[in-house]
């Protein structure tokens, strides 16, 4: 398995030297905003988290999970952790399966950056899209656990769980496309590639009539969920970085790339033929959403245009990626890795515009 596996990013390594921070200052802030607490912490570092450095906080009552913005200079714009956490408590509040947010800070001089401070959510979290863990005949559970999942969210209007504010509402493709161009185009450090660029031009030409506005998580995938120990249950959604208000349609083609990824970009299935592995087509996956939410059958062009533009977005994120390796501020130790893996993601995101065209 490659660095986006299991072994990679589950479980705790000691903190980096580069997001040590003040512990005990940390614990005088918990202290006074964190119902409940009483000390000692002992902070270890979870492997994964690309973006934004999280940690694991145990006491001896229980055990929390710190978020925070990386240390260094950032982009403009990134590693809006007061986002996370407003997301967190209006969908927690609406019985969205999340952590539950103790509090957030927003004095730099409290650990160097800002953070949050949420439950440790026990579970299962699944690295590999095919389920392996789980018997073929118990797959397709955990897969409609996930659509329904994701359908749940798209029915909640952002204004009645009081996100209505959360993003621009309208035009979510229009924005996104200039959005992650330009982040692409400012990141001089990362470099520029000529299928990007063509992208770039062709996606705003390309973009399906028709305009809805939902709250989107922007990065919904398997790895992102902490499932029930023993029941095919979502008990938490994690990493809430790229949420805003969205088109619900680019969130699920998101997610539904897992057909089309290779395992070792992100988790996906890399062109498996999913049958043998009681896992249901992308087909009837998508009927599936589109049953969820109540809505008509998605158009197989506009579909085409979804996958393609969402195969960009990662290519976008990953150049970011490659940026904070050379730059030195990357939080994961497998960022590098991911870097590398940028000019395999550029690709399927031409071969995907060619598709279209």
């Known amino acids: 398995m490659s660095g986006t596996g299991q072994d990679a990013n589950a479980g705790t390594i000691p903190v980096r030297d580069a997001h040590r921070f003040d512990e005990a200052a940390l614990a005088r802030w918990m202290d006074s905003h964190v119902a409940g607490f009483a000390g000692p912490i002992q902070v270890e570092q979870f492997k994964g988290g690309q973006s934004n450095p999280t940690y694991k906080l145990t006491t001896p009552g229980r055990t929390y999970v710190l978020r925070r913005k990386p240390p260094g200079e950032l982009l403009r714009g990134a590693h809006a952790v007061e986002r996370e956490a407003r997301v967190l408590i209006a969908l927690g509040r609406a019985g969205y399966p999340v952590a539950h947010v103790h509090g957030l800070c927003t004095d730099d001089a409290v650990i160097g950056s800002w953070f949050y401070v949420m439950d440790m959510v026990e579970g299962r979290i699944f690295w590999d899209a095919a389920f392996p863990e789980i018997h073929k005949d118990e797959r397709a559970a955990y897969f409609a656990a996930m659509n329904a999942t994701l359908a749940q969210l798209h029915r909640f209007d952002p204004e009645t769980v009081g996100l209505g504010d959360y993003g621009r509402p309208g035009n979510y493709f229009e924005r996104q496309i200039a959005r992650w161009s330009r982040q692409y185009l400012e990141d001089e450090a990362a470099g520029r590639d000529p299928g990007m660029d063509r992208l770039i031009e062709w996606l705003p030409t390309a973009i399906p009539p028709g305009d809805e506005t939902r709250i989107v998580h922007g990065d919904f995938r398997c790895d992102n969920m902490i499932f029930h120990p023993t029941q095919p249950r979502v008990l938490a959604v994690l990493d809430w970085e790229l949420s805003t208000l969205g088109h619900p349609l680019a969130d699920f083609a998101y997610h539904a790339m897992m057909y089309r990824m290779p395992p070792d970009i992100v988790a996906g299935l890399g062109g498996a033929d999913p049958r043998p592995l009681g896992i249901p087509t992308e087909e009837d996956y998508r009927a599936a959403y589109c049953r969820n939410v109540g809505r008509a059958p998605i158009p197989d062009a506009d579909y085409a245009f979804y996958i393609a533009f969402?195969?960009?977005?990662?290519?976008?994120?990953?150049?970011?990626?490659?940026?904070?390796?050379?730059?030195?501020?990357?939080?994961?130790?497998?960022?590098?890795?991911?870097?590398?893996?940028?000019?395999?993601?550029?690709?399927?995101?031409?071969?995907?515009?060619e598709a279209c065209r």
Do not use: D, W, Y
């Not at 976008?316 to 497998?334: M, N, P």
């Open 310 to 353: 969402n195969f960009f977005r990662m290519a976008a994120i990953f150049h970011g990626i490659k940026g904070r390796v050379i730059r030195g501020t990357a939080a994961s130790v497998h960022a590098r890795e991911r870097a590398e893996r940028l000019p395999q993601l550029i690709a399927l995101a031409v071969e995907m515009m």
